[in-house]
């Protein structure tokens, strides 16, 4: 019997969406191919009843088992692994897969792993702020009118993610660090880092786009990252013992 994606530690997570009616659409493209949990972070309308004249009566439980939250950070604290969904792409986003491809990564991942799958607002998509989180990004591709519809674009990839196998029965991804934990370590990477003068205080958060793309393409496990800041605390008391002792003299 071939692998699978867990479907049951899935969760489609939508940014700031505007419309009502593209979250009850959404809600019916999951119910489409089995995905339960929806996420809404920061929607800008609400309405139930245009919510649910576009989910139809079937989806109606994924609708009233929906996570709304104000703050992105605090939402996908207890996730794993997640990926944001762009069709813009450059050296600041690179398109690191296909909804084909990422189907495929996450079998083994899903088994142990809570994973939330990103898509942005309609009007302008994900920004870098949003993707900082993600380890890795999805592409879909499309002729050179790229823009797809937030509904349609969440049924292309849960439709992969249905259809996706594997023959490989022993695959099996070990728990990774949630984004609570990452978030932690990114934070006191940042403090140590600023603090010995690696990163430009000017441009803090380009500096950290960069590590956090280098640290997100093998992703982390929690005792990595507990190794990551312990590192981090050496560091930083090791600087404070040599400013004392230059203070000293």
């Known amino acids: 019997m071939a692998d699978r994606v867990n479907r049951d530690n899935l969760a489609i997570v939508l940014v700031e969406p505007k419309l009502p009616e593209n979250i009850g659409a959404v809600a019916r493209a999951m119910n489409n191919m089995d995905i339960r949990r929806l996420m809404v972070v920061n929607p800008g309308n609400m ?19 929906m996570k709304v939250h104000d703050d992105l950070r ?31 990564d996450l079998i083994p991942v899903s088994k142990e792993n809570d994973v939330a799958i990103l898509f942005g607002p309609e009007d302008r998509g994900l920004s870098n702020g949003h993707l900082s989180y993600c380890h890795t990004i999805i592409n879909i591709p ?22 996706a ?18 978030e932690g370590m990114y934070d006191h990477l940042d403090k140590v880092l600023t603090k010995i003068g690696f990163i430009n205080p000017q441009n803090p958060e380009r500096w950290m786009w960069n ?3 280098f640290l997100s ?8 990252v507990r190794v990551i800041r312990g590192i981090c605390r050496q560091i930083d008391w090791y600087v404070d013992k040599a400013v004392r002792k230059a203070k000293d003299k």
Request: neutral net charge; aromatic residues 6%.
């Open 47 to 65: 309405d139930p009843d245009r919510v649910m004249k576009m989910a139809t009566s079937h989806s109606m439980d994924i609708l009233e088992n």
């Open 74 to 104: 605090g939402a996908l604290a207890p996730f794993g692994y997640i990926a944001g969904t762009t069709a813009r792409v450059g050296a600041m986003r690179p398109a690191l897969t296909t909804p084909k491809n990422f189907a495929k």
């Open 142 to 163: 499309t002729s050179e009118f790229s823009s797809l519809n937030l509904a349609q674009a969440v049924m292309i990839v849960c439709y992969e993610l249905f259809q």
């Open 165 to 182: 196998t594997s023959e490989n029965l022993d695959s099996k991804s070990p728990r990774l660090a949630n984004s609570f934990e990452l």
């Open 211 to 213: 590590i956090r793309r």
């Open 217 to 224: 393409r093998l992703p982390l496990q929690a005792m990595e």
